[in-house]
């Protein structure tokens, strides 16, 4: 005789903002125009930072990566949202909510990490200027924005299910 529970979950139940049926597609407008909102400041930053030849700097470099994960986070959780505000079947599979769990993940360990990135760089500018540009430099930049992704991405991995 086995024991224990051999309940196997495939499909979760998702509790809403509200239950209440008249507030459904209020609530979707105002979460999408906060989402689109979100999504046009962090392509703003990104097309700024990326085409003006004055923003090329590691400030800018890491700001501009800032808001690429800014915008990923935001993509991960939003739309599976939007979604459960006008269906009425409010479920996600396993693997969905493993797949949005593992991204949150990894876009907010980034996040953590290329904040720590940004004071490193601005305390190194303010603390070390004349030797800014040799702490500081464009490999360097790249080094540290790699590690914060790959950072993210571990953790993502050893953590989701």
Same mark, same amino acid.
């Given at each position: 005789?086995?024991?224990?529970?051999?309940? !196997?979950?495939? /499909?979760?139940?998702?509790?809403?903002?509200?239950?209440?049926? /008249? *507030?459904?597609?209020?609530?979707?407008?105002?979460?999408?125009?906060?989402?689109? *909102?979100?999504?046009?400041? #962090?392509?703003?930053?990104?097309?700024?930072?990326?085409?003006?030849? &004055?923003?090329?700097?590691?400030?800018?470099?890491?700001? &501009? !990566?800032?808001?690429?994960?800014? *915008?990923? #986070?935001?993509?991960?959780? +939003?739309?599976?949202?939007?979604?459960?505000?006008?269906?009425?079947?409010?479920?996600?599979?396993?693997?969905?909510?493993?797949?949005?769990?593992?991204?949150?993940?990894?876009?907010?360990?980034?996040?953590?990490?290329?904040?720590?990135?940004? +004071?490193?760089? &601005?305390?190194?500018?303010?603390? #070390?200027?004349?030797?800014?540009?040799?702490?500081?430099?464009?490999?360097?930049?790249?080094? *540290?924005?790699?590690?914060?992704?790959?950072?993210?991405?571990?953790?993502?991995?050893?953590?989701?299910?």
């Amino acid at each position: 005789m086995v024991s224990g529970n051999l309940t !196997h979950v495939t /499909e979760f139940v998702l509790m809403g903002v509200s239950d209440r049926p /008249e *507030l459904q597609i209020p609530l979707f407008l105002l979460f999408l125009l906060i989402y689109g *909102l979100t999504v046009t400041g #962090n392509l703003g930053i990104i097309t700024l930072t990326s085409v003006d030849s &004055r923003l090329q700097t590691p400030m800018y470099f890491f700001l &501009r !990566h800032l808001a690429v994960i800014n *915008l990923d #986070n935001s993509t991960v959780i +939003a739309p599976k949202m939007l979604v459960n505000f006008l269906v009425s079947k409010k479920t996600t599979s396993y693997y969905e909510c493993a797949t949005q769990l593992g991204g949150f993940l990894v876009f907010t360990v980034a996040e953590i990490f290329m904040q720590e990135v940004m +004071a490193y760089d &601005r305390y190194v500018v303010i603390c #070390n200027p004349l030797l800014y540009m040799v702490v500081v430099s464009r490999r360097i930049c790249l080094l *540290l924005v790699s590690l914060t992704y790959l950072y993210g991405f571990c953790t993502a991995i050893v953590v989701t299910p």
